[in-house]
C-alpha cells in the first residue's frame, strides 16, 4: 500500500509503521514523504497511490471531490510554526519581528508550495513585514530543509519550521513560537485517494492512526492529535 505523507510526518509514520506490522502483519507498507504541494502535484498528475496526509487543508481542498474519496477525509494532527536558530547563536534573535530588523541577514523558508512556507508568509504578512522578509528569504522546499539549513551552521541566522521537526533537533534551539492569530491552524488533513487500489486496507491504516498506540507516539514529539 502507497501512502503519500507530508515530510514532517516521516519520523513518526516510520515509526508506527514497525507498530502497524504488528497489527496487520499481510500490509506492507510503501511511503512518499514530500512537500505536500509536491505530493498534490504527483496525485493530479496520476501517480498512484492510496492514502494522503498532508500538512496544510489547502493542498487537499485542491484534491477534494476529483481526486480523494471525500468521505474519508478527517483532521488528524495539529502543529505548531516555531523559529529556530542555530544552537551557538550570537546574533540575539529571540521573536519573529527580530527577523524583519539588521539581526537578520538571511532567514531558511519553506517555499510558496510548501504549507510551511505559506504559513510563514501569513505569519511575516500579518507582522506588516513580509516585503523585508521575502527579500532575505533562502527558500527550501519543505521544513526538513530548512531544519537542515538552520542546522548546518553556515548561512542562514534562522529558519521558520514546524515544532515537531524543531524537536527532533540537536543543534537548533526554538527562540519563539508564531504570534497567536498570525497563520491558519496548521492542521494535517488526511483522506484515501479516489485512484486507490486499496481502499479497505487504506481506510484501516488511516483508523489506526487514531489508535491509542499511534496517538502516543504523535504526542511524544509534539503533536496535538484531534479526537
Aim: glycine residues 6%.
Amino acid at each position: 500500500m502507497k501512502i503519500f505523507a507530508a515530510i514532517s510526518l516521516a519520523k513518526v509514520l516510520n515509526e508506527i509503521a514497525t507498530l502497524y506490522k504488528a497489527v496487520a502483519p499481510e500490509i506492507t507498507l510503501s511511503f512518499e514523504f514530500a512537500s505536500s504541494g509536491k505530493l498534490k502535484t504527483r496525485i493530479e498528475n496520476g501517480t498512484d497511490a492510496d492514502l494522503f496526509l498532508s500538512a496544510g487543508q489547502k493542498q487537499m481542498d485542491a484534491l477534494a471531490g476529483k481526486f480523494i474519496n471525500d468521505a474519508t477525509r478527517k483532521d488528524l494532527l495539529v502543529n505548531k510554526v516555531v523559529l529556530i536558530v542555530p544552537q551557538n547563536s550570537t546574533k540575539g534573535i529571540s521573536s519573529f519581528e527580530d527577523v524583519l530588523t539588521d539581526k537578520v541577514s538571511l532567514v531558511a523558508l519553506g517555499n510558496a508550495s510548501a504549507p510551511i512556507g505559506q504559513y510563514s508568509e501569513e505569519i511575516f504578512t500579518f507582522l506588516k513585514g513580509w516585503d523585508i522578509v521575502s527579500k532575505k528569504a533562502f527558500l527550501a522546499s519543505n521544513s526538513k530543509k530548512v531544519l537542515t539549513q538552520v542546522e548546518s551552521l553556515t548561512v542562514v541566522d534562522c529558519g521558520v519550521v514546524y515544532a515537531t521537526d524543531a524537536a527532533t533537533a540537536k543543534n537548533v534551539k526554538v527562540v519563539a513560537f508564531a504570534p497567536e492569530g498570525s497563520h491558519k491552524p496548521v492542521v494535517y488533513p488526511a483522506a484515501v485517494l479516489k485512484g486507490s487500489k486499496n481502499p479497505t486496507a487504506a481506510q484501516a491504516f488511516l483508523d489506526f492512526l487514531s489508535s491509542p498506540k499511534a496517538v502516543a507516539v504523535f504526542e511524544k514529539i509534539g503533536f496535538v492529535v484531534v479526537k
